[in-house]
């Protein structure tokens, strides 16, 4: 397997939970010999409930970083929550009642300056059945401003693959192998080995994530390297595999 050298899901202390900041998931993003990582810290309700307005304000303070830092290219991604069965990403519906006018909704105004967009389900509280996952999903992949979809491994009571990937397909889209998800279980390994070989079998992208929390994890792709040689998985679909590809795969401007 080629090596990786963009990490497409990385979080920093932006996030509240994870422990590093940017400049040291730079260093070791340099160190680990990558070329570029995408900041994609946490923004739906579970995440920031208490405290919406000093997340937001984080997020989208993002856009004054530099493009390139040490040599490395930070990409300007958010991972947002898909929070409902009909396939709403988080605050669709809602403005911030005092600090901006009502035009626009906490939603738009957090992508507008968006380069990645990968929206995730995180089931904290409510679960749906397979038939609303599957329509969760497939209504996602239609949404125009999402890139990457996010971990879809971890849903309970999971999904109809088949229609799931052919609309990814269909709508170019890229399925995340989350590094993290393959440390869970045997039984959530196998369930991601089945939905890569059908991405294989579609010619579906995928993106290789290591949903890192601290800058010691960035860069971190063994299981997914394993779990892809498992299956003598195709390298040309494998979007984050250079810089050079994701840009032209995820189709945001260098």
């Known amino acids: 397997m080629d090596k990786i050298t963009v990490d497409t899901h990385v979080h920093s202390i932006?996030?509240?939970?994870?422990?590093?900041?940017?400049q040291e998931c730079v260093n070791a993003a340099k160190k680990k010999g990558l070329s570029a990582i995408a900041i994609t810290d946490h923004f739906g309700p579970q995440f920031c409930c208490k405290h919406l307005w000093e997340s937001y304000s984080s997020i989208s303070g993002q856009k004054e970083i530099p493009n390139y830092i040490d040599g490395i290219r930070v990409i300007n991604g958010i991972e947002i929550d898909i929070v409902d069965k009909d396939g709403h990403l988080a605050y669709y519906n809602e403005t911030f009642p005092y600090a901006y006018k009502k035009d626009k909704t906490i939603l738009e105004r957090i992508l507008e300056n968006k380069e990645?967009?990968?929206a995730s389900r995180h089931e904290f509280d409510e679960e749906f059945s397979m038939e609303e996952n599957t329509k969760m999903y497939i209504e996602i992949l239609k949404n125009p401003q999402v890139d990457i979809l996010g971990h879809c491994d971890r849903v309970?009571?999971?999904?109809?693959?088949d229609n799931v990937l052919e609309?990814?397909?269909?709508?170019?889209k890229i399925i995340e192998i989350n590094e993290m998800s393959l440390n869970k279980s045997k039984k959530q390994y196998e369930y991601c080995k089945k939905i890569a070989r059908l991405c294989a079998q579609l010619g579906c992208f995928i993106s290789l994530g290591s949903d890192s929390h601290n800058a010691f994890q960035i860069g971190n792709f063994i299981r997914s390297y394993k779990l892809l040689n498992e299956i003598d998985f195709p390298v040309n679909l494998i979007a984050n595999l250079n810089l050079e590809r994701f840009y032209n795969i995820a189709n945001f401007k260098i």
């Open 14 to 22: 932006t996030s509240i939970h994870a422990y590093s900041t940017i």
């Open 156 to 161: 309970r009571n999971l999904f109809n693959i």
């Open 116 to 118: 990645l967009v990968i």
């Open 167 to 172: 609309t990814a397909y269909k709508y170019k």
